[in-house]
């Protein structure tokens, strides 16, 4: 039960926010399940090949990275190296695209996500946890703690480094346009809130603020992101 507002969040997130981009982002067949255990490995740990193709897809071409990502991270380690090393070793092959960059994290999340929620299903029918899955499976929640407690802003900055994606540009702070609009239209700005609400970008019916959080867009004038 304490992790459910967690899981909420995670799959509000993914439904509103992810998968409109995903419609938008390059798709092909893919592997979709590329972690340790569908990975042939030589004696010096170079990679040799893949098996287990019973999970073949057509999906966006970035599940493919962010699945995998998500299968070779383990609680207690370097979760923004792996990261980076992931990616940057998939740009090798095949470069991302700036808008894939933007979606790769919260694809890791949903995907650990589903793990878990896979296996309280199992549970709930009297199906218990075969071979590997059990320890492999339970280390989802702890892993989107840990993720978060790295940071976002952080997580994604590593990501756009390792695909050679230039940094995000910085959105000037309220309080600076405030002071903007006080020189330019007088010392009593008439605005709606207090403190005023800095749009930064819209996405269909919502609207985010300097702070990533999402507003529903009700308004019926004529305001704008640009």
């Known amino acids: 039960p304490e992790d459910r507002p967690l899981a909420r969040e995670v799959l509000s997130t993914h439904r509103v926010v992810t998968v409109p981009k995903l419609a938008k982002l390059r798709s092909q067949i893919i592997h979709g399940d590329i972690h340790p255990y569908n990975t042939l490995m030589a004696d010096d740990a170079t990679i040799t090949g893949l098996i287990d193709f019973g999970d073949l897809v057509h999906a966006p071409l970035v599940q493919d990275l962010s699945n995998a990502v998500s299968d070779f991270l383990f609680p207690g380690r370097d979760h923004a190296a792996t990261i980076y090393e992931m990616v940057r070793g998939y740009c090798r092959v095949a470069p ?3 808008a894939e960059t933007e979606v790769i994290l919260d694809m890791i999340e949903v995907r650990l996500l589903m793990t878990a929620l ?3 299903l199992k549970a709930s029918m009297g199906i218990s946890p075969q071979g590997y899955f059990g320890q492999f499976n339970s280390r989802a929640i702890p892993l989107i703690r840990e993720l978060r407690a790295i940071g976002r802003d952080r997580l994604h900055a590593t990501i756009r480094r390792a695909a050679a994606v230039p940094p995000a540009a910085t959105a ?3 309080g600076d346009i405030l002071e903007r609009r ?3 239209m007088g010392q009593k700005p008439y605005v709606f809130y207090d403190p005023p609400l800095h749009m930064v970008r819209g996405d269909g019916i919502w609207l985010f603020d300097d702070t990533g959080r999402r507003f529903l867009d ?3 004038n004529v305001p704008c992101v640009g």
């Open 172 to 174: 000037p702070q309220s």
């Open 96 to 98: 991302l695209e700036e």
């Open 118 to 120: 896979v296996d309280s």
């Open 218 to 220: 009700c308004y019926n």
């Open 182 to 184: 006080r020189q330019v």
